[in-house]
C-alpha cells in the first residue's frame, strides 16, 4: 500500500497514481497535475523548441481527424456517469497528451469492472502473485490427479509447470511497463477467485486467472506500447509450449512425455484465452497494434492446442 505524498492527505492506495511530470505519487483524488500542485506542471504545456516537420503536421492533422470521428461515434457521457475528478490524461497517434472526460463506453466499462471484476490487494504485491498462483496450482493440479493413474510425485513437476508458465506471463509484462516508465501492479480478482474455487472440485476445466496486471497510466502508452506490453507474455509461453510439445512428441518414457505434453495443452489455453480481444485485454491491445501479430500468434497457439490433442493430452 502507498501514502498519497500531496501534504496532509495521507491516504493509502493499493494502485498509486504516478506523475508524469513530478514523478510523485498521489491518490485518485489528487492523481492530476492540477490537484496536487504539481511543481514541474509547466513542462505538459511547453512548446517543442524544434519546428515540426511537414510529415509530423500530416500525421498530427489525420490524428485530429480520427479523433474527431472518435467523438461522433462515442459522445461524452452524462454527469450521473462520472464524478467530478474522474478526468483522466490519454494521448492520440500522434504521442500528445491532453486531459479528458470518459466516453460513455469507457465509463461503462468501469462501472462493469467495478461490478464485475472488483480487484483487490491482501497486501504487498508479492503476496497477491503467490496467493493467484497457489489457487492456479490448486484448480488444475490436484483434480488432474484425483482423475488419472499418474503418480502422485508428478503432482510436484505439474505445479512446477503451471508456475513457470503463469509467471511468464505476469512478470515479462511488469518488467516491459517499467522500461518505458509507466508503473503496474498485480492485483486480485474476486470474481476470479471464486471461479478458480468452482474450478478445483470440477471434472470440466475453464481456465479463468485469479488476478491480472494492472497498468494505470495504459492510456498513455502508444498502440504499439500496448501491444508490445500485453504480447510479451503471450510470446514466451508461445515458446514454452512449442518446446514442450516438442519434447513429449520424441521423448521415449510415456510419463515424461505425457507430462510435457499436458504442459503444452495448459499453455496453449492460457495464450488462447488471453488473445480473446475482449475490451481492455491483452487480445485487444495487440488486435490494434498489429493485426498480423494477432493472427500469427492465434495460429500457432491454436496448433499447439490441437497437436496436444492429437498426441493424447487426456489419455494419461
Known sequence: MATCEYPDCGKKEALPFKCRYCTKSFCTTHRLPENHDCEKLHLATSPSSVLPTVEEVTQVEISEKKTRRQRRKNPPIEPEYFEAD????TADD???VYTTRPTRR???DRLFFSMVGDYFSVGYEILDFLLGLLLMIISYSFISFFMSNLPWFYLAFISLSIILVYFTLVYPKKLLAKKYGFSSRYVLSKIGIIVNLVMSISPIKIIFFPGMVVIPEIHLMTKRQKGLVSSIGLFINLALGAT???LGWFLPNTFIAMFFINTAFFTSQIVLISLIPMRLSNGHYIL???WSIF???????LAIFIGTILLGVFSF
Open 106 to 108: 469507457k465509463a461503462l
Open 94 to 96: 500522434s504521442g500528445q
Open 86 to 89: 474522474s478526468h483522466y490524461y
Open 288 to 290: 490494434k497494434w498489429h
Open 244 to 246: 514442450f510439445i516438442f
Open 295 to 301: 493472427t500469427i500468434m492465434s495460429v500457432i497457439s
